[in-house]
């Protein structure tokens, strides 16, 4: 697995990463505990160093996971967990006072079974707290070793350029793949100017940009995309224009759908670290597979035109939870 930097921190990371959201949380029922923790580590075998988790994701049950299996081979691997919820609820709102932030730092370190976090995260910008106060809090847990980077989740261009003023922001974790191009516009061209780095989530359009989800697809209870509007069955069918695009090139490519998917966002720049998730071995495989796709200048320009032409439809997030995490 080759290594990227991070923007200008010298955190150097693999290429791809893996996001242990979906392993408890968000696509349906947990996984097996013990299953979790042999895919964390099967990750790391085959070239992973890079973990992302979160106090939200379960809650604390996803950080304790990832603790236990990482634990053996802490000093191989980068941890990335993530603040600002009450309570580690998503449900009762945002909340990134520096108390809070303290106390999330402390807690995640006792479930990670580690003496330090290496990327600690703003999970959603809190209007309640000036982004000032956030950056300081975390850069005094920088200082007290406790937290080695800073990063945020979501954040636009002033929330960025505020907290990067206080404390140097190591990455930016947002959502950035094929059928979510808005970072193209201003985010990536200010990531470039301050040398931050960038960690796409959702890389694979929760799932869609695979090519598994069709226009009759349907969603367990406990899977968020039931409520998602891009899901809903007439903008599914509407988007499957962008998976029979995929679906296209990626066979001239003799690869996957998640396999073009993923090559396209590390081709964009040599600081985007993708976190795709899964909890099923051959997918992770499949997935890393991606690290030694080439795509050609020919061949992003081809792709380019024809994203060009494609309307997605839906917006990536209900309007309840739009609202609360508005930037």
Request: proline share 5%; charged share 25%; net charge neutral.
């Amino acid at each position: 697995m080759q290594k990227r930097r991070l923007g200008n921190s010298g955190l150097e990371v693999s290429a791809i990463g893996f996001g242990c959201m979906g392993l408890n949380h968000g696509y349906g029922p947990a996984a097996d505990r013990n299953d979790a923790i042999a895919l964390i580590r099967a990750a790391h075998e085959r070239g992973v160093t890079f973990f992302d988790t979160a106090e939200a994701y379960g809650p604390r049950l996803n950080e304790e996971v990832v603790g236990e299996a990482l634990e053996p081979i802490r000093d191989g691997v980068v941890i990335a967990t993530k603040f600002g919820f009450r309570n580690g609820l998503v449900a009762e709102g945002l909340d990134s006072r520096p108390e809070r932030i303290r106390q999330v730092a402390d807690e995640a370190l006792t479930r990670l079974r580690t003496d330090r976090i290496d990327l600690f995260y703003q999970h959603r910008v809190d209007p309640s707290v000036p982004m000032e106060d956030v950056a300081g809090t975390v850069k005094e847990l920088i200082q007290a070793g406790k937290v080695l980077h800073f990063g945020l989740s979501e954040a636009g261009t002033d929330k960025i350029r505020r907290a990067h003023a206080v404390q140097p922001v190591t990455a930016l974790q947002s959502e950035y793949s094929m059928w979510w191009r808005e970072p193209e516009a201003e985010i990536l061209p200010l990531l470039e100017e301050l040398g931050i780095g960038f960690v796409p989530f959702a890389p694979l359009g929760k799932g869609f940009l695979t090519g598994k989800i069709d226009a009759n697809a349907t969603f367990r209870d406990q899977d968020f995309r039931r409520t998602v509007p891009r899901f809903a069955p007439d903008a599914l069918k509407a988007n499957q224009a962008l998976a029979d695009l995929v679906r296209e090139f990626a066979a001239r490519k003799s690869v996957t759908p998640a396999q073009l998917a993923l090559a396209w966002l590390l081709a964009q720049r040599p600081w985007i670290v993708p976190i795709p998730g899964t909890t099923k071995l051959h997918r992770l495989e499949e997935n890393l597979g991606a690290a030694a796709v080439d795509l050609t200048g020919e061949d992003l320009v081809r792709i380019g035109q024809a994203l060009a032409t494609v309307h997605v439809q839906g917006d990536r997030y209900n309007a309840a939870y739009q609202s609360m995490v508005k930037r």
